[in-house]
């Protein structure tokens, strides 16, 4: 197809007024170039959402992940720091660890090379003879890691935003889900047929909730919803005006739905919270990870209740994402305008994504 790699028909620069900008051209959602791009600029230089606490809850706890194109091995150590560590051997570049579990150390699954938990090298089999080769100067390369509550963070640049400063007010929020007492109570993965940006433009913006959303629409106070912007993320507030299928309480009588850059969402409810976690996995693929958080996540019905719903939202979502990827191919489509009235939110990411890819405005 090569509306793929055609150029923009003009040239383009973000501009910072909503009401003067355009959109991002189709060609950034289209081109495998610019996915490489992205994984060094944008996902390779943001926090990025890899697992939980639980899965870290003794000496040896381990997961694996990815970021940007690099395995990573999160484990907890003997000093109970946790700490995130590549998971590519020093020797040939084999796999130190598969999946999640506890070890004492770490074996690489091609020719055992072995691992403390804190990335130092321990042994070399049949390495006698080697020159000019100094084991204890060998170790594991370490990344950024930090959790807020009981999620975990890896951030490959060294020079990034500390993880507080990026989520602001949501920070304390995630930090007290734990005490709390929410808990994971469920997790699906959906896969897309379009751009990961599509999927966050859909998100950042209500709207569309007339017309891809008649239930949701029936919730809630469509005139005043609301979209708030700060510097690494924004708030959209939903107040909540008929809550059939959305609880509320006195105490949050609106949804909010969190998005922080690049890729994370975080809504929450009176009674639950959810993350969900967007993932690029071709410039026409996305996975999408949900995790629902719950003060008694034994009480099923109230769970599968909120999934219900919320897999109902999705898949209409997923329909007109996929609908409008087809629509960003098209050779006689390049780029749209902003609604001043509803779509700030789109148009704050795509200043901050501009801004990471190193454009110029």
């Not at 570049?93 to 999946?99: E, K, L, T, W």
């Not at 390049?334 to 801004?355: C, K």
């Given at each position: 197809?090569?509306?793929a790699w055609?150029?923009?028909?003009?040239?383009?620069?973000?501009?910072p007024?909503l009401?003067r900008?355009e959109?991002?051209?189709?060609?950034?959602?289209?081109?495998?170039g610019t996915?490489?791009?992205?994984?060094?600029?944008?996902?390779?230089?943001?926090?990025?959402l890899v697992?939980r606490?639980?899965?870290?809850?003794?000496?040896g706890?381990?997961?694996?992940?990815?970021?940007?194109?690099?395995?990573l091995?999160?484990v907890?150590g003997k000093?109970d720091t946790?700490?995130?560590?590549?998971?590519?051997c020093?020797?040939?570049?084999?796999?130190?660890?598969c999946g999640?579990?506890?070890?004492?150390?770490?074996v690489?699954?091609?020719?055992?090379w072995?691992?403390?938990l804190d990335?130092?090298?321990?042994?070399t089999?049949?390495f006698d003879g080697?020159?000019?080769f100094?084991?204890?100067?060998?170790?594991?390369?370490?990344?950024?890691?930090?959790?807020?509550?009981s999620?975990?963070f890896v951030?490959?640049?060294?020079?990034?935003?500390?993880?507080?400063?990026?989520y602001?007010?949501?920070?304390?929020l995630?930090?007290?889900?734990?005490r709390?007492?929410?808990?994971?109570a469920?997790?699906?993965d959906w896969f897309?047929?379009?751009?990961?940006?599509?999927?966050?433009?859909?998100?950042?913006?209500?709207?569309h909730?007339p017309i891809?959303?008649?239930?949701l629409?029936r919730?809630?106070?469509y005139?005043?919803?609301?979209?708030e912007t700060?510097?690494?993320?924004s708030?959209?507030?939903?107040?909540?005006?008929?809550?059939e299928?959305?609880?509320i309480?006195?105490e949050?009588?609106?949804?909010?739905y969190?998005?922080?850059?690049?890729n994370?969402?975080?809504n929450?409810?009176?009674?639950?919270f959810?993350?969900?976690?967007?993932?690029p996995?071709?410039?026409?693929r996305?996975l999408?990870?949900?995790e629902?958080?719950f003060?008694?996540?034994d009480?099923r019905?109230?769970?599968?209740?909120?999934?219900?719903?919320?897999?109902?939202?999705?898949?209409e979502?997923?329909?007109?994402?996929?609908?409008?990827?087809?629509g960003?191919?098209?050779?006689?489509?390049?780029?749209g305008?902003?609604?001043?009235?509803?779509e700030n939110g789109?148009?704050?990411?795509?200043g901050?994504?501009?801004e990471?890819?190193?454009?110029?405005r």
């Amino acid at each position: 197809m090569w509306r793929a790699w055609r150029e923009p028909m003009t040239e383009f620069r973000f501009d910072p007024s909503l009401a003067r900008a355009e959109t991002l051209p189709s060609s950034y959602y289209v081109d495998t170039g610019t996915l490489e791009r992205e994984q060094r600029e944008v996902f390779g230089r943001s926090w990025q959402l890899v697992g939980r606490t639980e899965q870290l809850a003794r000496s040896g706890s381990y997961f694996t992940a990815a970021v940007a194109g690099e395995p990573l091995l999160v484990v907890r150590g003997k000093d109970d720091t946790v700490r995130a560590l590549s998971n590519v051997c020093r020797h040939r570049a084999g796999p130190v660890a598969c999946g999640e579990g506890q070890r004492p150390a770490f074996v690489c699954g091609y020719h055992g090379w072995s691992y403390a938990l804190d990335g130092r090298l321990l042994g070399t089999p049949e390495f006698d003879g080697v020159e000019c080769f100094e084991r204890g100067a060998v170790r594991l390369p370490e990344y950024r890691v930090e959790t807020l509550g009981s999620l975990v963070f890896v951030n490959l640049d060294a020079a990034a935003p500390p993880l507080r400063e990026v989520y602001g007010e949501i920070a304390p929020l995630l930090e007290s889900a734990p005490r709390d007492g929410f808990r994971l109570a469920a997790r699906k993965d959906w896969f897309l047929d379009c751009n990961w940006k599509v999927y966050v433009d859909n998100y950042l913006e209500g709207y569309h909730i007339p017309i891809v959303h008649p239930s949701l629409h029936r919730e809630l106070d469509y005139a005043n919803y609301r979209t708030e912007t700060k510097s690494w993320f924004s708030q959209q507030h939903a107040p909540v005006k008929r809550p059939e299928r959305i609880r509320i309480s006195d105490e949050e009588p609106e949804a909010r739905y969190y998005w922080i850059y690049p890729n994370l969402m975080v809504n929450v409810y009176a009674d639950n919270f959810s993350t969900n976690l967007i993932l690029p996995r071709g410039p026409r693929r996305t996975l999408t990870v949900f995790e629902w958080f719950f003060r008694d996540p034994d009480r099923r019905d109230d769970v599968e209740a909120t999934i219900s719903f919320s897999d109902e939202v999705q898949l209409e979502d997923i329909a007109i994402c996929e609908a409008v990827q087809r629509g960003l191919e098209s050779p006689g489509y390049d780029r749209g305008r902003y609604s001043v009235a509803r779509e700030n939110g789109v148009h704050h990411f795509h200043g901050l994504y501009w801004e990471a890819m190193g454009e110029r405005r």
